[in-house]
């Protein structure tokens, strides 16, 4: 299987020509799931002694499994965080895997660490956090705050007093189900600040001062959310910064789905405060059209990560030889063998340029707010809010909320859309709501005009 025959030659050719024919598909089938029973009968046991062959396998895959996927870069797929890679990245994608670089040392993969830090480079700029600042690409969000977290409570245990504690985290309601998790992961408690709409530094201030006494010792970390996943809400990210200084908290900036605004210079000033962050976590596979996965995490002192983040092993002393000296991915992040993730995104920013990525990020703040205008039209709707960066939440007036469930799933069945319900609170409690993430620049005015018309009475 390492030989090269004809069939290999003519695999590379279907694969080329799918890829191809993928990569320029601008209106993608909205797929939708079987479940795995229905699959099995439909496509049978795959992995054999002989095997079944590529062309088999390939088959099987484009005719009967492809279909039962969601195409992240439909037009009016707007649920969750939707993406669109661009082409460039798309392609570069498939460069990454031909070849074949181990990304976690410099000695190996000298050439393309270096695109990638070509990238964190511009990320880094978009923040503008201070000279030394620097980061490097995980595999999402998730990673990289957990990467965040572990550097800030190792460099909390640095003091003696700290070392048998167990942690504290502070974040608001709206932060997302992975601070929760990553905090689990990390054994650390966390406290969540009920903020209506953005937290700010008087809510978090207010929040230390009713811990008590051991619980504000166990505190090392103050997480604020740049762009809520659920509404596009930006914490008050100046307050927060200002309260973490004076009360000596790690302050890291959630930024998974929002950082990509920070290219867009109509919201830009809606992030100041980010600047003075510790550490920062942004989603390149979210708003910068990156594929998946491509997540970062950016360090004011990246030498504290390299602290927490370093992995010994006598196995590893070449690595720090001379003439293989240089920046180490794997000394920043939890994750040590990685995927040279960045290098998409280096591909697609140095061939499109930054102006490009403006104007496709700006594209989603304008369809959000398009949206907002097209729903204020129709009396049967109601906008709960404004919409916010790319996300846009409102009512179909007199629904229960399984309306809202069978109108997603009748939407997906006939392949028009992938739009989802959420819970958004209000002085009566939480209610069912519709909401609306844009990324794609190619949606359409008319895209939009398509779904709410299946909200008509
Ligand atoms: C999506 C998201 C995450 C998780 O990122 P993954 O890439 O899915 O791991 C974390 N925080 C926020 C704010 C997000 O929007």
């Not at 649920?79 to 460039?88: C, G, H, K, Q, W």
């Not at 393309?112 to 830090?117: A, S, T, V, Y």
């Not at 999402?140 to 572990?150: F, R």
């Not at 504000?216 to 659920?230: H, I, K, M, P, Q």
């Amino acid at each position: 299987m390492h030989n090269i025959d004809i069939e290999v030659v003519e695999m590379t050719l279907d694969v080329m020509k799918y890829a191809i024919s993928r990569i320029t598909d601008t209106s993608p089938t909205l797929g939708k799931p079987k479940n795995e029973e229905e699959l099995y009968k439909l496509v049978g046991e795959t992995i054999t002694s002989e095997g079944i062959g590529g062309e088999k396998a390939f088959k099987l895959f484009k005719d009967i499994l492809l279909p039962a996927t969601v195409p992240i870069d439909h037009p009016r797929h707007l649920a969750f965080v939707p993406a669109s890679p661009t082409r460039a990245a798309v392609m570069f994608d498939l460069v990454t895997s031909a070849s074949s670089i181990h990304g976690a040392y410099w000695m190996e993969g000298a050439g393309g660490i270096f695109c990638e830090n070509q990238a964190m480079k511009w990320l880094v700029s978009l923040t503008g956090m201070p000279e030394g600042a620097f980061g490097v690409f995980t595999s999402g969000g998730t990673a990289a705050n957990l990467s965040a977290m572990v550097t800030a409570r190792e460099n909390w245990r640095k003091d003696a007093a700290n070392r048998n504690k167990k942690g504290l985290v502070i974040a608001s309601i709206g932060a997302h189900s992975s601070i929760k998790a990553m905090a689990q992961v990390i054994d650390a408690d966390l406290v969540l600040v009920d903020a209506d709409e953005a937290m700010t530094g008087e809510d978090l201030q207010m929040s230390i001062n009713n811990l008590d006494a051991s619980q504000r010792e166990r505190l090392f970390a103050v997480v604020a959310t740049g762009g809520t996943t659920n509404a596009g809400i930006i914490d008050d990210l100046e307050g927060i910064a200002q309260v973490c200084k004076k009360e000596g908290l790690w302050y890291h900036v959630d930024a998974a789905y929002g950082g990509g605004a920070l290219v867009a210079d109509s919201v830009r000033h809606l992030f100041n405060g980010i600047e003075k962050a510790d550490s920062i976590t942004i989603d390149p596979h979210k708003w910068l059209f990156s594929p998946y996965d491509c997540g970062a995490v950016l360090y004011k002192k990246p030498e504290l990560a390299k602290e927490a983040h370093s992995q010994e092993g006598s196995y590893l002393d070449i690595f720090k030889d001379e003439g293989a000296h240089g920046f180490n991915p794997a000394d920043y992040q939890i994750q040590l063998t990685r995927r040279l993730r960045g290098l998409p995104l280096w591909f697609s920013l140095a061939t499109n340029g930054i102006d490009k990525y403006k104007w496709a990020v700006e594209r989603g703040i304008s369809l959000a707010k398009l949206s907002g205008e097209l729903i204020e039209k129709r009396p049967e709707l109601e906008l709960v809010r404004p919409p916010s960066l790319s996300c846009v939440l409102f009512k179909r007036k007199g629904w229960s909320p399984e309306s809202y469930t069978n109108w997603t799933y009748n939407n997906h069945k006939e392949g028009i859309a992938l739009v989802t319900p959420t819970k958004w609170r209000t002085k009566d409690g939480y209610e069912t709501v519709i909401r609306f993430c844009f990324i794609n620049p190619d949606t359409s005015a008319k895209d939009i005009e398509v779904i709410l018309d299946t909200l008509k009475k």
